[in-house]
Every structure is written in C-alpha cells, then in structure tokens.
C-alpha cells in the first residue's frame, strides 16, 4: 500500500495556466507538508498543515495556495504559472507527536514552458 | 535560524569501500536529525534519525549516523557499500520541541558515486 500519493507524476503546462497537485496520505497523519526542489536539488518547505489549519508558509507567492479538504489530503494549486515554478514539488506527511519524522509522497515534476 | 551544511556536493567511493557523509547543523536547542536517500527519479527515503538517547544510531540498508553534540555534526557512514548506494544523500534538521508542525530544513545534499 502507497503511503504517500501523489498525482500527477509529471505536469507540462504553458506559462499562465492554472494547475493543481494533489496529494494523499493513508498513515493516519495529521500533518502534512509541501517541498519544492529545484534543479539543483535543494528541497525547501513551502507549506505546512496541520488540522486544517496552515502552520508555516515560508515566503512563497500567494500564487500558489495549499487546500485541505480532509485530514488525509493536502492539495496545492497554483495561479498563472511562471516558468521559475518547474520544479519537483514533494508532499509529506507526520504525525504531530513523532519527531517530525516526515514520509514523503515520489514528487511531481512541474514543466512550464 | 536553523541551517544544515553538507560540504560535499559529490562523492566517488569504489564498491566494497567505507563511506563517510558528512552533516553539520547549526540549531538553538537538541535538534531532531535525519537522514534520507533520493535514488534517480524517486521521492525520498529515510535512512535514520536521532531525537535523544544513544548517539549512534542504526538505520536502514546498513547505513548507521553519529551525532556529537560538541561538533555539531551528523555523519552518515556504511563500512561497505554497494552499486545500488549510488543516490544523493539528504541531511535533515526539525524543531527541537516535537510539535510536528514545522517543515524539515534540508541540506544541499551529496551526491554519491560508486565506481566498480
């Protein structure tokens, strides 16, 4: 069983375009996390929720905005895409109380051109 | 604010040799450390991690970390390693008060090379 899903695994799309990545987690978590890693392979925190509230939201455009519809799934959807934006995004997830020991969802990879 | 340095961008080590990957981390408090595995194309793996206790700690595929306190640091080491090692390798750092809440604080990463 995928412990962290995400969909789609690859994403090409125009500059300006609209689009979402969702992501699903089935560890009973009740935290989870959104990574951008660039291509140079630095992984950064975009986002974090926990119990549907918004936790940290490091200094990423308001393009770009996480929606919780459940403690299971964190989606993140993303405004007038840029071509700074192609990245792999990565979703995670924890349970409050571990250490924040964080399971990682396989990364999608953002194309704009 | 919390930072982690790995200093090397690449490492070649030949199969059946030791390795060593080295963690630095700057924190205000005991830090949560991990460490985790991104083979080509793939998410990434935790290999282990530290909260408290014994500082040397085992971790998956053979792989085993030292945290020293007075060094700041938390190498990643494997006493032989194998063709299927070659990955890059991610150095982590979480909030010291377990909340959960906050993202991890990556390093840069190693990427490693294992040449027959």
């Known amino acids: 069983d995928t412990a962290v899903s995400q969909t789609p695994k690859y994403l090409v799309t125009q500059m300006g375009n609209d689009k979402s990545i969702k992501c699903e987690q089935n560890?009973?978590?009740?935290?989870m996390y959104w990574y951008k890693q660039d291509s140079k392979k630095f992984l950064k925190i975009m986002f974090s929720?926990?119990?549907?509230?918004?936790?940290i939201n490091e200094t990423v455009p308001n393009r770009f905005s996480p929606k919780s519809p459940d403690k299971a799934h964190l989606n993140l959807h993303i405004n007038s895409l840029e071509l700074g934006d192609s990245a792999v995004y990565f979703c995670?997830?924890?349970?409050?109380?571990?250490?924040?020991?964080?399971?990682f969802g396989p990364g999608t990879r953002l194309t704009v051109l | 604010a919390q930072s982690v340095t790995q200093p090397d961008i690449h490492i070649t080590v030949s199969e059946g040799a030791s390795l060593e990957l080295r963690c630095n981390y700057s924190?205000?408090?005991?830090?949560?450390l991990f460490w985790y595995v991104q083979s080509p194309g793939q998410g990434l793996q935790l290999l282990l991690k530290?909260?408290?206790?014994?500082?040397l700690v085992q971790g998956i595929k053979g792989f085993e970390a030292e945290f020293k306190r007075s060094q700041s640091s938390f190498n990643l080491r494997k006493p032989s390693v194998h063709w299927s090692d070659a990955a890059e390798y991610f150095c982590?750092?979480?909030?010291?008060?377990?909340?959960?809440?906050?993202?991890?604080?990556f390093g840069k990463g190693t990427h490693l090379i294992i040449q027959p």
């Open positions: 995670a997830s924890s349970h409050r109380t571990s250490g924040n020991e964080q399971f």
């Open positions: 560890l009973g978590h009740d935290t």
């Open positions: 929720y926990n119990n549907k509230e918004l936790i």
């Open positions: 924190y205000g408090a005991t830090p949560y």
């Open positions: 530290y909260f408290s206790g014994d500082t």
């Open positions: 982590a750092v979480g909030p010291y008060s377990g909340g959960g809440a906050d993202g991890l604080t």
